[in-house]
């Protein structure tokens, strides 16, 4: 047996660096084509699938509601769509912004007056989204749903003891004496409150308004269940806020009944508009991201006057 060292052969280890340069080229590649496979994919099933044909379109209206002008614009499209029949308002929502629930309001006002509309509420509809239900021409809810909490909400936080605690001293020069007011480091008290509170009751005088009005109540009635209370879908129909127990097959069957739809009309979601391709790949990344951190998914802060049902602690 020689004792000469092996020399490599150049032409060889040349041939395997190409050839390992090559395998990874390959899985790459095979890697970008895999994640346009899922791509397209996700896009192909995430297309709308409105019917061309008559129809009943569903406007879902689920979570926090706010002005929305992409909304708006779907709205708009299935008043003038004479393919869409009728619209089935499905809500699951503790309210929002108070400018958000009129906003909504007033454009599923204009929705009836071209084609019937029905609410349907599921768990919940309180406060901005009550005000939306009552926009459309019957409302439907679960026995044990969760409906009404009329009135308009608007929080202070007074962290002036805590900003003493830690030193923190702020100032201002304002234009007026209720500009930037309150202030978070007082308490609301004294003009401030007196105008918070009056741009409150202006809010909530239209809003028992258009109860009264939508559902057919005395003033003093609809002013009676108008103290914020929440109210369950069975206790809403003996009082006038709702109109009948059920869901989604309830309201089509009314909507045969009343109005002569086809018992065969397919029903398409026309609202919210689905996410497609690298949009909803990024979505539902982001979505698993915050799972895994613990995080909510993407909660909405809410600013000025709000609508909303929701459980405050008190000291």
């Given at each position: 047996m020689s004792?000469?060292?092996?020399?490599?052969?150049?032409?060889?280890?040349?041939?395997?660096?190409?050839?390992?340069?090559?395998?990874?080229?390959w899985r790459l590649a095979?890697?970008?084509?895999?994640?346009?496979?899922?791509?397209?994919?996700?896009?192909?099933?995430?297309?709308?699938?409105?019917?061309?044909?008559?129809?009943?379109?569903?406007l879902v209206i689920d979570g926090t509601i706010a002005s929305d002008p992409d909304r708006l614009e779907i709205i708009e499209d299935l008043i003038e769509d004479a393919s869409v029949q009728a619209v089935i308002v499905a809500i699951n929502s503790p309210g929002g912004t108070t400018a958000g629930g009129e906003e909504l309001y007033e454009a599923l006002g204009r929705l009836r007056a071209a084609k019937p509309t029905v609410a349907v509420i599921k768990e919940l509809g309180a406060s901005a989204a009550y005000m939306a239900a009552i926009g459309t021409d019957r409302i439907f809810a679960r026995r044990l749903s969760i409906v009404g909490s009329i009135g308009v909400l608007y929080q202070h936080v007074n962290a002036g003891k805590l900003l003493d605690t830690i030193g923190v001293d702020l100032d201002?020069?304002?234009?007026?004496?209720?500009k930037a007011e309150p202030d978070f480091d007082e308490p609301l008290e004294g003009a401030p409150r007196a105008s918070i509170g009056a741009l409150v009751d202006n809010s909530y005088q239209w809003f028992v308004?258009?109860?009264?009005?939508?559902?057919?109540?005395?003033?003093?009635?609809?002013?009676?269940?108008?103290?914020?209370?929440?109210?369950t879908g069975r206790v809403g129909v003996d009082t006038g806020l709702i109109d009948a127990i059920g869901g989604e097959h309830e309201a089509v069957q009314w909507l045969q009944a009343e109005h002569g739809m086809a018992p065969d009309l397919p029903i398409a979601t026309a609202w919210p508009l689905p996410e497609q391709g690298l949009d909803l790949l990024g979505a539902l990344l982001g979505t698993k991201a915050r799972a895994a951190l613990g995080l909510p998914d993407?909660?909405?802060?809410?600013?000025?006057?709000?609508?909303?049902?929701?459980?405050?602690p008190h000291s």
């Open positions: 004792d000469q060292p092996v020399i490599p052969d150049p032409h060889a280890a040349l041939a395997l660096e190409r050839f390992r340069r090559s395998r990874g080229l095979a890697f970008l084509a895999l994640a346009l496979a899922v791509v397209l994919g996700l896009g192909r099933f995430a297309l709308p699938q409105t019917p061309a044909s008559e129809h009943i379109a569903r201002k020069v304002a234009s007026g004496p209720l308004d258009i109860v009264a009005e939508r559902r057919n109540l005395e003033r003093p009635a609809a002013l009676a269940l108008a103290d914020g209370r929440i109210v993407g909660p909405i802060t809410l600013d000025g006057l709000v609508s909303l049902w929701q459980v405050v």
